[in-house]
Protein backbone atom coordinates (compact mmCIF):
# COMPACT_ATOMS: atom_id res chain seq x y z
CA UNK A 1 0.00 0.00 0.00
CA UNK A 2 0.96 3.69 -1.02
CA UNK A 3 2.62 5.69 2.08
CA UNK A 4 0.61 8.46 0.56
CA UNK A 5 -2.76 7.05 2.06
CA UNK A 6 -4.71 9.27 3.54
CA UNK A 7 -6.39 8.87 7.00
CA UNK A 8 -9.53 9.01 5.77
CA UNK A 9 -12.16 6.65 5.77
CA UNK A 10 -11.71 4.60 2.81
CA UNK A 11 -8.40 6.22 2.24
CA UNK A 12 -10.22 8.39 -0.02
CA UNK A 13 -8.70 11.59 -0.48
CA UNK A 14 -10.12 14.39 1.15
CA UNK A 15 -13.26 16.24 -1.01
CA UNK A 16 -14.99 19.22 0.01
CA UNK A 17 -18.70 18.59 2.51
CA UNK A 18 -20.14 20.31 -0.43
CA UNK A 19 -19.17 17.44 -2.78
CA UNK A 20 -19.81 14.50 -0.15
CA UNK A 21 -23.42 13.09 0.14
CA UNK A 22 -21.82 10.97 3.34
CA UNK A 23 -20.01 12.24 6.56
CA UNK A 24 -18.07 10.09 8.74
CA UNK A 25 -18.05 11.70 12.12
CA UNK A 26 -15.20 10.29 14.46
CA UNK A 27 -16.66 10.43 17.88
CA UNK A 28 -14.11 8.14 20.47
CA UNK A 29 -15.38 9.46 23.40
CA UNK A 30 -15.94 6.87 26.26
CA UNK A 31 -17.14 8.40 29.51
CA UNK A 32 -19.42 6.22 31.26
CA UNK A 33 -17.95 2.72 30.58
CA UNK A 34 -19.32 -0.40 32.89
CA UNK A 35 -16.81 -2.79 32.30
CA UNK A 36 -14.21 -3.26 29.84
CA UNK A 37 -12.64 -0.21 28.34
CA UNK A 38 -11.32 1.03 24.86
CA UNK A 39 -14.34 2.16 22.95
CA UNK A 40 -12.32 5.38 22.81
CA UNK A 41 -10.12 3.69 20.47
CA UNK A 42 -12.91 2.73 18.10
CA UNK A 43 -12.82 5.23 15.36
CA UNK A 44 -9.43 5.33 14.93
CA UNK A 45 -9.38 1.42 14.58
CA UNK A 46 -12.10 1.40 12.15
CA UNK A 47 -10.85 4.11 10.02
CA UNK A 48 -6.81 2.82 9.77
CA UNK A 49 -9.24 -0.29 8.40
CA UNK A 50 -11.25 0.69 6.11
CA UNK A 51 -8.01 2.48 4.63
CA UNK A 52 -7.50 -1.34 3.19
CA UNK A 53 -11.17 -2.36 1.66
CA UNK A 54 -11.95 -2.74 -1.50
CA UNK A 55 -14.07 0.42 -2.53
CA UNK A 56 -15.90 -1.82 -5.31
CA UNK A 57 -18.94 -3.80 -3.55
CA UNK A 58 -19.82 -6.87 -5.36
CA UNK A 59 -22.96 -7.17 -3.87
CA UNK A 60 -24.18 -4.50 -5.08
CA UNK A 61 -21.87 -4.24 -8.21
CA UNK A 62 -21.12 -0.53 -7.37
CA UNK A 63 -18.48 1.77 -6.09
CA UNK A 64 -20.39 3.84 -3.11
CA UNK A 65 -17.37 5.90 -2.72
CA UNK A 66 -17.79 8.16 -6.28
CA UNK A 67 -21.31 9.85 -4.80
CA UNK A 68 -18.37 11.29 -2.16
CA UNK A 69 -17.77 10.62 1.64
CA UNK A 70 -16.17 13.24 3.51
CA UNK A 71 -14.07 12.26 6.58
CA UNK A 72 -14.19 14.68 9.43
CA UNK A 73 -11.49 15.57 12.46
CA UNK A 74 -12.93 13.65 15.49
CA UNK A 75 -14.22 15.67 18.22
CA UNK A 76 -12.00 15.33 21.03
CA UNK A 77 -12.90 13.88 24.39
CA UNK A 78 -13.78 16.37 26.98
CA UNK A 79 -12.57 14.99 30.27
CA UNK A 80 -15.42 14.36 32.86
CA UNK A 81 -18.38 16.59 31.48
CA UNK A 82 -20.48 14.56 29.69
CA UNK A 83 -22.77 17.30 29.38
CA UNK A 84 -20.10 19.37 28.15
CA UNK A 85 -19.74 16.43 24.93
CA UNK A 86 -22.98 16.00 24.09
CA UNK A 87 -23.19 19.55 23.14
CA UNK A 88 -20.29 19.36 21.36
CA UNK A 89 -21.84 16.52 19.75
CA UNK A 90 -24.92 18.27 19.36
CA UNK A 91 -23.42 21.32 17.51
CA UNK A 92 -21.55 19.42 14.97
CA UNK A 93 -24.37 17.34 14.03
CA UNK A 94 -26.77 20.50 13.54
CA UNK A 95 -24.19 21.84 10.95
CA UNK A 96 -24.44 18.55 9.06
CA UNK A 97 -27.69 17.52 9.04
CA UNK A 98 -29.58 21.26 8.03
CA UNK A 99 -27.20 20.59 4.79
CA UNK A 100 -28.78 17.47 3.95
CA UNK A 101 -25.82 15.46 4.46
CA UNK A 102 -25.88 11.50 5.49
CA UNK A 103 -24.07 11.62 8.83
CA UNK A 104 -22.46 8.62 9.94
CA UNK A 105 -21.28 8.48 13.50
CA UNK A 106 -18.84 6.14 14.99
CA UNK A 107 -18.54 5.74 18.32
CA UNK A 108 -16.82 5.50 21.03
CA UNK A 109 -19.76 4.47 23.57
CA UNK A 110 -23.06 4.40 22.82
CA UNK A 111 -24.22 7.71 24.82
CA UNK A 112 -23.01 9.52 21.92
CA UNK A 113 -26.21 8.48 19.70
CA UNK A 114 -28.49 10.71 21.70
CA UNK A 115 -27.54 14.08 20.79
CA UNK A 116 -27.46 12.75 17.05
CA UNK A 117 -30.95 11.59 17.33
CA UNK A 118 -32.04 14.99 18.51
CA UNK A 119 -30.64 17.33 16.08
CA UNK A 120 -32.25 14.34 13.58
CA UNK A 121 -35.58 14.53 15.35
CA UNK A 122 -35.40 18.49 14.46
CA UNK A 123 -35.39 18.32 11.24
CA UNK A 124 -37.56 14.70 10.98
CA UNK A 125 -40.12 15.34 14.10
CA UNK A 126 -41.42 11.65 13.35
CA UNK A 127 -37.91 10.28 13.43
CA UNK A 128 -38.06 6.31 13.98
CA UNK A 129 -35.11 4.53 15.38
CA UNK A 130 -33.92 1.38 14.29
CA UNK A 131 -31.42 -0.23 17.16
CA UNK A 132 -29.32 -3.30 16.93
CA UNK A 133 -27.67 -4.37 20.22
CA UNK A 134 -27.35 -6.75 22.59
CA UNK A 135 -28.57 -4.50 25.61
CA UNK A 136 -32.30 -3.11 25.74
CA UNK A 137 -30.21 0.03 27.16
CA UNK A 138 -33.47 1.29 28.67
CA UNK A 139 -32.25 1.58 32.41
CA UNK A 140 -33.68 5.18 33.69
CA UNK A 141 -30.31 5.39 34.75
CA UNK A 142 -27.07 3.97 35.37
CA UNK A 143 -24.40 4.29 37.94
CA UNK A 144 -25.96 7.35 38.99
CA UNK A 145 -25.21 8.88 35.34
CA UNK A 146 -28.41 9.45 33.04
CA UNK A 147 -26.46 10.09 30.19
CA UNK A 148 -24.70 6.48 30.50
CA UNK A 149 -24.35 4.58 27.53
CA UNK A 150 -26.66 2.02 29.33
CA UNK A 151 -29.53 4.47 29.63
CA UNK A 152 -29.30 5.39 25.83
CA UNK A 153 -32.24 4.34 24.38
CA UNK A 154 -34.32 5.32 27.39
CA UNK A 155 -33.30 8.82 26.47
CA UNK A 156 -34.17 8.25 23.22
CA UNK A 157 -37.74 6.81 23.79
CA UNK A 158 -37.77 10.19 26.11
CA UNK A 159 -37.94 12.15 22.41
CA UNK A 160 -41.04 10.37 21.78
CA UNK A 161 -39.31 8.24 18.79
CA UNK A 162 -40.59 4.92 18.04
CA UNK A 163 -37.83 2.69 17.93
CA UNK A 164 -37.58 -0.92 16.64
CA UNK A 165 -34.65 -3.09 18.73
CA UNK A 166 -33.26 -5.99 17.06
CA UNK A 167 -30.80 -8.75 18.80
CA UNK A 168 -31.80 -7.87 22.33
CA UNK A 169 -30.65 -10.56 24.92
CA UNK A 170 -29.96 -8.60 27.52
CA UNK A 171 -31.53 -6.32 30.17
CA UNK A 172 -32.56 -6.15 33.78
CA UNK A 173 -35.84 -7.20 35.32
CA UNK A 174 -36.53 -3.37 36.01
CA UNK A 175 -36.52 -3.23 32.30
CA UNK A 176 -37.96 -5.93 31.77
CA UNK A 177 -41.22 -4.57 33.37
CA UNK A 178 -40.85 -1.37 31.83
CA UNK A 179 -40.96 -2.67 28.54
CA UNK A 180 -45.06 -2.87 29.23
CA UNK A 181 -45.31 0.78 29.83
CA UNK A 182 -42.83 2.30 27.30
CA UNK A 183 -45.37 2.11 24.19
CA UNK A 184 -42.86 3.37 21.94
CA UNK A 185 -40.05 0.77 21.92
CA UNK A 186 -40.52 -2.70 20.22
CA UNK A 187 -37.96 -5.26 21.05
CA UNK A 188 -37.36 -8.45 18.82
CA UNK A 189 -35.51 -10.56 21.23
CA UNK A 190 -32.03 -12.40 19.38
CA UNK A 191 -33.94 -15.49 19.59
CA UNK A 192 -36.18 -14.02 17.26
CA UNK A 193 -33.81 -13.03 15.08
CA UNK A 194 -32.35 -15.71 13.64
CA UNK A 195 -31.58 -16.12 9.52
CA UNK A 196 -34.55 -14.82 7.33
CA UNK A 197 -36.97 -14.24 10.38
CA UNK A 198 -34.50 -11.03 10.94
CA UNK A 199 -34.69 -10.17 7.35
CA UNK A 200 -38.52 -10.72 6.81
CA UNK A 201 -38.96 -8.35 9.73
CA UNK A 202 -37.33 -5.27 7.84
CA UNK A 203 -39.42 -5.22 4.90
CA UNK A 204 -42.72 -5.26 7.54
CA UNK A 205 -41.89 -2.16 9.17
CA UNK A 206 -43.78 1.16 9.32
CA UNK A 207 -42.80 3.66 6.84
CA UNK A 208 -41.47 6.74 7.63
CA UNK A 209 -37.80 8.89 8.60
CA UNK A 210 -35.44 6.45 10.13
CA UNK A 211 -32.04 6.68 12.10
CA UNK A 212 -29.99 3.84 12.59
CA UNK A 213 -28.06 2.99 15.40
CA UNK A 214 -26.21 -0.13 15.57
CA UNK A 215 -23.86 -1.57 18.88
CA UNK A 216 -21.64 -3.74 17.80
CA UNK A 217 -22.15 -5.97 20.37
CA UNK A 218 -25.43 -6.87 18.52
CA UNK A 219 -22.88 -9.23 16.58
CA UNK A 220 -22.22 -12.63 18.07
CA UNK A 221 -18.56 -12.69 20.37
CA UNK A 222 -17.19 -15.37 17.89
CA UNK A 223 -18.09 -12.55 14.73
CA UNK A 224 -17.33 -9.60 17.15
CA UNK A 225 -15.04 -10.30 20.09
CA UNK A 226 -13.62 -6.55 20.34
CA UNK A 227 -16.41 -4.59 22.63
CA UNK A 228 -16.74 -3.90 26.13
CA UNK A 229 -19.49 -6.17 27.09
CA UNK A 230 -19.69 -9.24 24.66
CA UNK A 231 -23.16 -11.45 24.71
CA UNK A 232 -23.79 -14.64 23.77
CA UNK A 233 -25.98 -15.77 21.35
CA UNK A 234 -25.37 -12.80 18.57
CA UNK A 235 -26.47 -12.04 15.08
CA UNK A 236 -24.24 -13.12 12.00
CA UNK A 237 -22.97 -10.91 9.41
CA UNK A 238 -25.32 -12.44 6.68
CA UNK A 239 -28.51 -11.66 9.09
CA UNK A 240 -27.46 -7.97 9.90
CA UNK A 241 -26.56 -7.08 6.70
CA UNK A 242 -29.37 -8.88 5.23
CA UNK A 243 -31.47 -7.42 6.95
CA UNK A 244 -29.83 -3.40 6.79
CA UNK A 245 -30.12 -4.27 2.58
CA UNK A 246 -33.76 -4.94 2.55
CA UNK A 247 -34.73 -2.00 4.84
CA UNK A 248 -33.09 0.46 3.30
CA UNK A 249 -34.42 -0.44 0.41
CA UNK A 250 -37.93 -0.39 1.24
CA UNK A 251 -37.52 2.56 3.93
CA UNK A 252 -35.72 6.19 3.84
CA UNK A 253 -33.14 5.85 6.15
CA UNK A 254 -31.84 9.71 7.01
CA UNK A 255 -28.36 9.09 9.45
CA UNK A 256 -27.08 6.12 11.22
CA UNK A 257 -24.39 5.69 14.00
CA UNK A 258 -21.89 2.60 14.53
CA UNK A 259 -21.18 2.42 18.35
CA UNK A 260 -18.93 0.37 21.43
CA UNK A 261 -15.98 -1.25 19.36
CA UNK A 262 -13.47 -1.63 21.48
CA UNK A 263 -10.47 -3.18 19.45
CA UNK A 264 -7.57 -5.44 20.47
CA UNK A 265 -5.50 -3.93 18.23
CA UNK A 266 -5.89 -1.52 15.20
CA UNK A 267 -5.95 -4.37 12.95
CA UNK A 268 -8.09 -6.20 14.22
CA UNK A 269 -10.74 -8.84 12.58
CA UNK A 270 -13.58 -6.49 14.40
CA UNK A 271 -12.28 -3.28 12.86
CA UNK A 272 -12.75 -4.92 9.58
CA UNK A 273 -15.77 -5.77 9.59
CA UNK A 274 -17.06 -2.46 11.43
CA UNK A 275 -15.46 -0.69 8.39
CA UNK A 276 -16.81 -3.10 6.17
CA UNK A 277 -20.46 -2.34 7.70
CA UNK A 278 -20.69 1.37 7.43
CA UNK A 279 -19.25 0.91 3.62
CA UNK A 280 -22.33 -1.93 2.92
CA UNK A 281 -24.48 0.69 4.45
CA UNK A 282 -23.22 3.38 2.54
CA UNK A 283 -23.39 0.96 -0.85
CA UNK A 284 -27.04 0.01 0.38
CA UNK A 285 -28.11 4.08 0.37
CA UNK A 286 -26.12 4.37 -2.65
CA UNK A 287 -27.55 1.75 -4.83
CA UNK A 288 -31.25 3.26 -3.89
CA UNK A 289 -30.76 6.18 -4.92
MN1 LIG B 1 -24.71 -3.06 23.92
Known sequence: MSEALPYTFGGIKAISLNRSKFVILPV????????RPGTRFGPESIILSSRYMELYDEETNSEPWLVGIITLPEIVQEIDSAPKMMKKIAKTAEK??????FLITLGGEHSISFPVVKEYQKKYPNLKVIHFDAHADLRMEYEGSKSSHASVIRRISELGCEIFSFGIRSLSK?????LAKLKNVHINFAYNCRNQDLIDKAANLPQGNYYITIDIDCFDPSVVP??????????TWYEVTGFLRKFIESHNVVGADLVELAPSNH???????????????????????
Do not use: H, N
Not at 96 to 101: F, R, S, V
Not at 226 to 235: S, V
Open 174 to 178: EEADD
Open 267 to 289: YCASSFLAAKLVYKIIAYLTKKS
Open 96 to 101: IIEKDK
Open 28 to 35: PYEGTVSF
Open 226 to 235: DTGTPEPGGL
